[in-house]
């Protein structure tokens, strides 16, 4: 007599059970056989698929330093060389974290260079202040400069992202300004360095030719010195306001006429709020 499945009604051979109804299978775990309901198995698919995505994220999180100094270092390259394609480079960066690591050392060192005088007397090898007068006032020097500066980087970028976006209608990301802003300040940065180093060789081999050699060749060398100083800042200025003007052209679509506008309006108006910010706070 033939026989069938109460469940799926499928014909059984005289003994035979039917599986139809078996809710476990067999699952493979590491070395182990564990046997599984097959809804707890799709469940295990899901933890293992997010353990999966969760190490990737971890992974990637671990070499986002590397690479924001990566691409650093490769601006810091590729700017003198091929400045224009540099600037787009890294403009097109998703992150603003190596634009403003970039902006935090050029107002660090633009800090450090500002007290010219405390540079210059470590060079010829005493301290002019008393007391700790004279520490007190550098360090309320540098940390002016600190905050002055970044208003005014902050105030720059923002005008600028404010004009594009709102004036201009044109859409531009707040990160890629930033980007671009930076990449901008590289000339200025320069500029510190290259101030810094002339105080240093005015305090010693400068002061060693006026003291002890030929006073009026080192007071010549010493104007000299002056005046290159100041080309060298002229140059980066003009460098960093060209560079912010090409990244803002290359990497969105304000109009050309309308772009002449944007960044000497940012610049203004960066500068105005800051000289009423510093008659307020005098």
Do not use: W
């Not at 986002?64 to 960066?93: M, Y």
């Not at 974290?97 to 902006?103: E, S």
Request: hydrophobic content about 45%.
């Amino acid at each position: 007599m033939s026989h069938f499945c109460e469940n799926c009604g499928r014909p059984l051979v005289e003994g035979e059970t039917c599986h139809c109804t078996m809710e476990n299978v067999k699952y493979q775990d590491n070395d182990m056989n564990v046997t599984l309901p097959k809804e707890n198995i799709k469940k295990k698919e899901v933890v293992v698929e997010k353990t999966v995505t969760n190490t990737a994220n971890t992974n990637t999180n671990s070499i986002d330093f590397k690479e924001h100094t990566d691409s650093i270092f490769t601006a810091l390259k590729g700017i003198i060389k091929k400045p224009v394609e540099t600037v787009k480079t890294f403009a097109s960066n998703k992150s603003f974290v190596p634009g403003l690591i970039i902006l935090a050392v050029v107002i660090l060192i633009k800090c450090i260079v500002n007290e010219a005088d405390l540079i210059h007397d470590v060079a010829l090898g005493y301290y002019k202040y008393s007391g700790g007068v004279g520490i007190t006032s550098y360090f309320n020097t540098f940390f002016t400069t600190l905050i002055y500066s970044a208003i005014q980087y902050g105030l720059i970028i923002g005008a600028v992202y404010l004009l594009i976006n709102k004036v201009f209608k044109t859409d531009i990301k707040l990160e890629k300004v930033i980007n671009i802003f930076a990449i901008a300040t590289l000339g200025m940065m320069a500029s510190y360095v290259v101030t810094l180093l002339f105080t240093i060789i005015d305090g010693t081999i400068v002061n060693l030719i006026v003291n002890h050699i030929a006073k009026d060749f080192g007071l010549g060398l010493r104007n000299i010195l002056g005046y290159i100083n100041s080309y060298v800042h002229e140059f980066a200025y003009i460098i960093q306001v060209t560079l912010l003007f090409l990244g803002i052209k290359e990497t969105t679509e304000v109009d050309k006429n309308k772009l002449l506008l944007v960044v000497p309006s940012a610049l203004i108006i960066a500068g105005c709020v800051i000289d009423i910010l510093k008659y307020v706070f005098r």
